[in-house]
């Protein structure tokens, strides 16, 4: 089946303990990028890639890095969690550009105490 | 800055009626259009896809662009209660694609039975 796999799915943290978010899809997409959601602001891109080891920043990048080192897996990387970094985040992936359809993962509720 | 701007609603419509989602955009040069349905606590489901002026019917589903007005509209005919979501409208950039889509806050939909 198609389809965007992120791990975990929820994850209830401390300040300052580094964490990683896990993506990784299997339609052999070239891009991939990383949203969060929040309440009364919609969809966030926080960073994205358009290939192996190319990735560049979106509108929110404070605070996250990432990855990519396979064209399958792309990373979200919290090193420090802050409590204003509490929200529902996705993992998206499209067959050539961003411009092109996204496909969505099922989405990691992270809550940073 | 490119914006996608929707009416947050609640947008009330009842069981077999017709629901008019609407999506105003600022960026003139973009060429693709995406609206996707998103139940509460889940992932943005894609349900059409327009590139061209006019109408596509896709089941219940109408997508209209109109370019020039910068508008793009979602029609969703015998509305079900299984309807009731959130409907975000997504629009490309100009620049190619790279940074992907922009999205709107989302309409949210209620159908009463």
């Known amino acids: 089946e198609a389809q965007v796999t992120q791990n975990p799915r929820y994850l209830i943290t401390v300040t300052g303990k580094k964490l990683t978010v896990t993506c990784s899809q299997n339609?052999?997409?070239?891009?991939m990028s990383w949203y969060r959601q929040d309440p009364g602001l919609g969809l966030r891109q926080i960073y994205y890639?358009?290939?192996?080891?190319?990735?560049d920043k979106g509108d929110v990048p404070e605070g996250y890095k990432v990855s990519r080192k396979e064209k399958r897996n792309f990373p979200l990387i919290l090193e420090s969690p802050s409590p204003n970094q509490t929200s529902l985040y996705f993992c998206?992936?499209?067959?050539?550009?961003?411009?092109?359809?996204?496909?969505f993962g099922p989405g990691t509720r992270l809550t940073v105490l | 800055q490119k914006e996608v701007e929707q009416n947050s609603g609640p947008l009330s419509v009842p069981e077999g009626a017709i629901a008019s989602l609407n999506c105003t955009y600022s960026d003139r040069g973009s060429q693709s259009f995406f609206w996707y349905r998103q139940y509460s606590g889940k992932s943005p489901e894609l349900i059409m896809s327009?590139?061209?002026?006019g109408d596509k019917e896709d089941g219940r589903f109408t997508a209209q662009l109109n370019k020039a007005s910068q508008y793009v509209s979602l029609l969703i005919r015998d509305s079900q209660p299984s309807d009731s979501a959130t409907y975000l409208c997504a629009v490309n950039s100009s620049g190619g694609g790279a940074d992907g889509l922009t999205f709107g806050k989302g309409t949210h939909l209620i159908i009463q039975p």
């Open positions: 998206a992936s499209s067959p050539l550009t961003g411009g092109y359809e996204q496909f």
């Open positions: 327009i590139y061209s002026n």
């Open positions: 339609m052999n997409h070239e891009y």
């Open positions: 890639s358009m290939n192996v080891e190319v990735t």
